[in-house]
């Protein structure tokens, strides 16, 4: 009912009944169904028996009746016709064949062989693969190694003196060789030969092994196969790969349609069994993944087509089968790792919801009294482009009750909800502090025991300072901190560290000390407090961050800085705009402070 090809098998499984979920499996057989897949066993069983009647009907109803032997009644004679010669038989044959003949020596054994001709398909297949002038002309039998020395290396002299001893066919075996041109091109020939004794003589048969080689080989790489399940004599066809498909040792039979089945799992079993009934009852192709159990786990892409007479009920399953284990396996590992990486995500979305809420909540408002104690503030804030959008710096502007203006700018160790943390700690810590009315340098010093409580982790740089606007005068302590800018018109100088130097970041060292530095400010002057990320740059250093730090504070205050808090903020803004640009490498924070009359 289906031909066969090079590289198929075919065999004919035993009639034996299917096991039920009682009944032990049929020696053989691959698995035995538990009680969840006994009942689709027998179901899958009882619609290929169903099939099989269907064909023993169809086939019957065109079988002719006894005693006919042709439409006409009359008793059929073979034509007559004249024996056809050696030389026709095998110019009729399509195989490339060769004719060898044995060269006796007293004792009959044979001492060489003889090429003594060929026939039509291979005069053709020589005229279309061996370039002209390769060979030397034929004059008549010559000894075959000879004409041929490439073959003198190949399995073919073995399979000849074999086949002329024991007078069996040979083969097919591969046999790769070559013929080199007058050109030097060298031809290569692969084949699969097979050595046939007839009479006196031995054909030498080439067949196109490459081809079917090639397809096994294609069929090996990409883990495929095909099978032909023959439904009305209950034997099956299938390439060589169909037992490394599915996982079977390699002298293990063929399994007919329903051991395959007992080798799935009942959710592939379920598959499975409609996928046989869409290609028997339905007449149509269908496809589905299977999950093999049994003697291994695998799983196999499935694509069935039913085969069938014109008019007639479906006689083959003709099935293409693809071991899919190692894509379907990654694509799992795939979707998984996809999976937890948006749940990783939504995890840290969540946290920078939260930590933006937060810092939105701590993150102060300029009172709208400060005018009235001579000064107008302005501030930017920059976070890191890469990160979770929020990091740890901070700034505050207070009046206090003593008519002096507490400002500060610090910057809390990492990034996220645990900085955000750190900072607000920070920040209202310092606020309350700040009521008691004591010197900038206590107030440093007090806020740095508030961060060793908070833990190792728990450390932050800060410029903390206190104007006294009766005085003019702007005092401040550095806590590891870089030094603010003073803008006086359209000059900008870097002011001098506190007497002693900057201090300690917060949260280092219990019991640390700070100094205060002083600075007098005139109408119209400007102090920037500033973060780390707005000047320091991967590669560089500080002295070049600080220098282009001046160099735009400069350029961007060239024509001064008008009146007014808008055009202090126009100024901050460009002052960042320039120092950052679109991506920041880390969170860049400024505060802008100007005494006014």
Partial sequence: MSTTSHGSHRTTPPKDPAPTAEAPAAPGRVGTPDDERGPRIEALDALLAAQRRRISAYALSRAAPAGESGGSGRPLRPASAADPSARQLLDALPLVTLTVTPLLDESGRARDFLYTGRNA??????????????????????????????????????????????????????????????DGTVVRMSHEVRVAPCGDLLLLIWERGQHSRTARAAQRLVRVCWAEWNLGDGTVETSLGLRSVLGLPPDHPLPGLVDLG?????????????????????????????????????????????????????????????????????????????????????????????????????????????????????????????????????YKTRMLPSGQVLIALGDARGHGLDAVTLMAKLRYALAGLAFTGRPVEELTAWLNEVACDDGDESTATAVIARFHRDRSLLRWTCAGHPCPLLVRGSDVTLLDPPPGGPGMPLGVLPGEHYTAGQTLMGPGDVVLLYSDGLIERRGSDLDRDGGRLLRTARAAARDGIPPGSAALDAYVQRLVDRLTGPHTEDDATVLAFRRVA
């Fill in 121 to 182: 398909a291979a005069r053709a297949h020589a005229d279309r693969i061996v370039p002209p002038g390769t060979l030397p002309p034929w004059t008549g039998p010559v000894p075959l190694f000879e004409r041929f020395p490439g073959l003198a290396d190949t399995p073919v002299p073995r399979m000849i003196a074999e086949a002329h001893r024991t007078g069996r066919v040979q083969g097919p075996e591969p046999v790769e060789w070559s013929l080199a041109a007058p």
């Fill in 262 to 394: 007992r080798m799935l799992a009942p959710d592939s079993l379920e598959r499975f069994q409609q996928a046989v009934h869409d290609v028997l009852l339905r007449e149509r192709v269908t496809e589905c993944d299977l999950r093999v159990v049994q003697p291994r786990e695998r799983i196999v892409h499935f694509v069935a087509e039913p085969v069938q007479p014109d008019g007639g009920p479906v006689w083959t399953l003709r099935a293409v089968l693809h071991d899919v284990t190692e894509e379907r396996y990654s694509r799992a590992l795939a979707e998984q790792a996809v999976r937890e990486a948006r749940a990783q995500r939504e995890r840290a979305d969540t946290l920078v919801d939260v930590a933006e809420r937060l810092r939105d909540a701590v993150v102060p408002r300029f009172p709208a009294e400060l005018a009235r104690y001579g000064v107008e503030a302005a501030a930017v804030y920059r976070p890191e482009a890469r990160t979770a959008r929020v990091g740890g710096d901070w």
